[in-house]
Every structure is written in structure tokens, then in C-alpha cells.
């Protein structure tokens, strides 16, 4: 089974992981996906048959009109109404190129292009019941359970300390048996 058949089959026999798309589908935000973490996680502890403490619940859009903490902040308000207790993280890619000193991203894709990560650069989001799978570089190093640079993170980069500090920090390779992490 192809990778992105495997990751939405996955998905779709989650339902609490399908909750978590209906909720953000229904702010109708524009060009909005769960991402990151949320999502890489859950591909490796079902890689792994376990389950991690879900540290947030990363939900991406792109507003350019609105850029504003106070709104995301009111958007994780939102999302707690529609599912209390969970630990909602909402970022408006129209704002994060400024976290790494970049140019504007002009789309959620630039902004997840823009992730530390391979395994990370993946997002997922409903539509009308359909499952839509966004992998600018692919989904074989999250399945392979790979961790590597994005080309802006690479070992020429400025920024590939800040890739060294999080792989180092976040210690996935102790979690998940068998993770290849490129230091």
C-alpha cells in the first residue's frame, strides 16, 4: 500500500484523530490543516503499537488579512468549545516566516515546506468526509521512521542548530524504536 493510502487509512480508523479534522473543518478556515507533531506521532506510535502523551494538537492556516495571536488564541478557544480538554496550538502561516527569519510563506504549504523536519513537514485536513494529505517532501521518512533536515534546516544552513537543538531536545529516537536521526 502506498504511503499516503497507509497514513489516511490510519487516520480514518482514529476517530478521535477525525473528531480533531471535523472541529477544525467546521471554523472553515482558510487553507487550515493538522500538522506536525500531532500528526507525526501518530503514525509512529501505531508504526510502534503504543500511544504517547499528545503534547498539542498543531492546526495550520493562512490568513493574510488577519494575522494576529490574539485570533489564534481565540481560534484554540473555539476548538476547546468544540472539543474541551485538548491541548490546541493554532498558527496563522501568514505570520510564522518571521519564527525563522524567512521571506512571507503565501500558503499553509510554504509554511509547512518550512518545518524542521521531514517527518514534521506533514499535514492532513477534511473536506466533505474526503482526506487530503499535504507532504512537501514526501511521507518515506515518515514511514521509515527517517529524521532529516528540510532544505532550509539542512547542515548549510544558519538554521541548522535550530534543527540539532530539536531533535536533540525532543529525544524521538528513545521513543520510537528503530528512528534514524541525521545529526
Known amino acids: 500500500m502506498r504511503y499516503e493510502q497507509r497514513l489516511k487509512k490510519i487516520i480514518a480508523n482514529d476517530d478521535m484523530f477525525v473528531s480533531v479534522l471535523k472541529a477544525v473543518e467546521s471554523l472553515h478556515l482558510p487553507d487550515a490543516w493538522v ?17 504517547t502523551t499528545v503534547n498539542d494538537i498543531d492546526v495550520i ?35 510564522m516566516h518571521e519564527k525563522n527569519g524567512s521571506n512571507p510563506y503565501h500558503s499553509s504549504f510554504e509554511g ?4 524542521p523536519e521531514t517527518p514534521t513537514a506533514v499535514a492532513i485536513r477534511i473536506r466533505n468526509n474526503e482526506l487530503a494529505v499535504m507532504a ?23 538554521l541548522y542548530s535550530v534543527y540539532l537543538e ?3 531536545q525532543k529525544k524521538w529516537d528513545e521513543r520510537w524504536s528503530h528512528l534514524i536521526v541525521e545529526r
Open 136 to 158: 512537501p517532501y514526501g511521507l518515506s521518512d515518515l514511514f521509515c521512521k527517517y529524521v532529516r533536515p528540510t532544505p532550509n534546516f539542512d547542515k548549510t544552513s544558519d
Open 112 to 115: 509547512v515546506s518550512n518545518f
Open 61 to 95: 492556516y493562512f490568513d493574510e488579512v488577519t494575522i494576529s495571536t490574539d485570533i489564534e488564541r481565540k481560534l484554540e478557544l473555539l476548538l476547546q468549545e468544540i472539543m474541551p480538554g485538548q491541548p490546541w496550538s493554532v498558527k496563522n502561516q501568514a505570520r
Open 35 to 51: 500538522c506536525a507533531g500531532y500528526l507525526r506521532n501518530k503514525i509512529w506510535d501505531v508504526q510502534d503499537n503504543i500511544s
Open 166 to 168: 530539536r531533535v536533540n
